[in-house]
């Protein structure tokens, strides 16, 4: 009985303190095309198609997140890209994209939330890492700003804990 009720506890109380450290996997994914389009619906016929298409480019649903933290750093996995690792002090580091796009990238932590962003020639992208607690999501904010946009692309996609075996 009373390791049944512990159990009870545990399925239904809040997780303090839930950080992003793991291995996450989509859960739930906005339209990122529909976002697009409506943030640069604004834009002129000329500039538009443009911004689209960069925007396009940069921001895609990743499928797996992996977060490890240890020692002030962190190194952040997107799907089966190469890690991107940064100390947690907010300090902006040197990094290459896949396509050879060069900027910094900075992650800092705010409470149990982590926060990284790219800067970038164009403008800057932060990734902001949020576990609730009680749902046990991980929700992935995504804000785009540059100063060609008529204002930020923010779009939001939830994760849940990857299974090992993936």
Do not use: C
Not at 54 to 62: A, Y
Not at 109 to 131: K, Y
Request: charged residues 20%; without cysteine.
């Amino acid at each position: 009985m009373f390791r049944s009720l512990i159990l009870t506890l545990l399925a239904v109380l809040p997780l303090a303190g839930a950080t992003p450290d793991g291995s996450w996997s989509v859960a739930n994914a906005p339209d990122l095309q529909a976002v697009i389009d409506q943030a640069t619906a604004p834009m002129n016929f000329l500039t538009r198609p443009i911004a689209r298409s960069r925007l396009r480019s940069v921001n895609v649903v990743f499928r797996r997140i992996q977060v490890v933290r240890a020692s002030g750093e962190v190194s952040i996995t997107f799907d089966d890209r190469q890690p991107i690792h940064m100390p947690l002090d907010g300090t902006p580091v040197p990094w290459t994209r896949e396509d050879g796009e060069k900027m910094t990238v900075a992650a800092r932590m705010d409470g149990d939330d982590l926060e990284q962003t790219f800067f970038a020639h164009d403008g800057e992208r932060v990734n902001h890492f949020h576990v609730d607690p009680a749902s046990r999501t991980l929700r992935f904010q995504v804000t785009v700003r540059s100063g060609r946009l008529p204002g930020p692309v923010a779009y939001t996609v939830d994760y849940r804990p990857a299974p090992t075996s993936e």
